[in-house]
């Protein structure tokens, strides 16, 4: 039997009440598709934190110690992950930041790559930084699934977040680049403890991602329920920053593409007073990190 497409897409115009309870809906529905509504609604599990290395900040005035740790992500999967603290004592900001098809949680701390080092630069900057492997293509857990566990994963790098005393759990980002670009979209949208998001080299539609894209976005139920345009708007109205290059060709994260499913997230956002909290911010590169523009984002949002 074919399922209409898209039936719990957002209609525009309607109150912040309906609006919320429409989120709220979504949101429940996917925890269920994503095969996580048992994590998500059940017990808080212990982090069981295990330290495996301070890594040697190559510049002594860094500012900041960098960690490799493993962390309990379900009662029984451990997942790595890399951490960095400032320097000092006092209450900072935290960024989740994910990586692409291709790399691992070191990736995004790599200077010389697609990523800039967005993860270090933030380190520099005196944010708390944590970065978990997204990239895997198998299931770990029996009755699981891909982007349920990944998405998970990132879940648990909030909770260190909000169970480390040094960082002030109202203000969480979190950011990444293409498939990282995606997991930031679900992060925001299904964990209201992220403040402000940057989801970079992703901003697309589903049929687009049909085609030339590896297929670990799709799963049982989503494109009946959604397109993209309605994930990122269960994360109306806190900020969001979208950034597409111009160099994307339109068999992949095509700026046009881009400017029109933005159009479908804004209504959500206007409805829920947030009109001016989602961008699209295009710069001249291609798949990559705009670095200034992400900084900006987070210093303006997660700073004050
Ligand atoms: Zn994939």
């Given at each position: 039997m074919l399922l209409p497409m898209r039936s719990g897409r957002y209609i525009p115009g309607i109150s912040a009440e309906a609006a919320r309870a429409w989120q709220e809906d979504v949101r429940a529905e996917l925890f269920r598709y994503l095969h996580l509504d048992d994590l998500a609604g059940g017990p808080a599990i212990p982090l069981d934190e295990d330290l495996v290395s301070n890594i040697a900040s190559t510049a002594a005035s860094a500012g900041f110690v960098r960690s490799e740790i493993t962390l309990a992500?379900?009662?029984t999967r451990r997942i790595d992950a890399v951490v960095t603290l400032p320097e000092g004592d006092g209450s900072v900001p935290g960024v989740v930041c994910i990586h692409g098809h291709g790399s691992d949680r070191r990736g995004v701390y790599a200077t010389d790559s697609i990523y800039k080092g967005f993860a270090t630069e933030l380190a520099r900057l005196g944010y708390a930084t944590i970065a978990v492997d997204v990239g895997q293509h198998e299931v770990c857990e029996e009755g699981r699934l891909l982007m349920g566990e990944r998405l998970w994963d990132c879940r648990r790098a909030v909770d260190w977040f909000t169970s480390h005393?040094?960082?002030?759990?109202?203000r969480i980002g979190c950011a990444g680049l293409s498939l990282g670009g995606e997991m930031a979209m679900w992060l925001g949208a299904m964990d209201l403890r992220i403040a402000a998001e940057v989801s970079a080299g992703f901003l697309t539609t589903m049929d687009q991602m049909e085609?030339?894209?590896?297929?670990?976005?799709k799963f049982d139920g989503l494109r009946e329920l959604v397109d993209y345009a309605d994930i990122y708007a269960l994360t109306a109205p806190r900020p969001l920053q979208c950034q597409n290059g111009l160099q994307e060709d339109e068999t992949q994260f095509f700026v046009p593409l881009a400017w029109q499913t933005l159009e479908e997230i804004e209504p959500a956002y206007r409805d829920l007073g947030g009109a001016g909290n989602v961008s699209l911010h295009v710069h001249?590169?291609?798949?990559?990190?705009?670095l200034p523009a992400l900084v900006g984002f987070f210093e303006k949002h997660l700073k004050n």
């Open positions: 992500s379900t009662l005393p040094r960082v002030d759990a109202a085609q030339n894209h590896c297929m670990c976005w001249g590169g291609g798949h990559e990190i705009d």
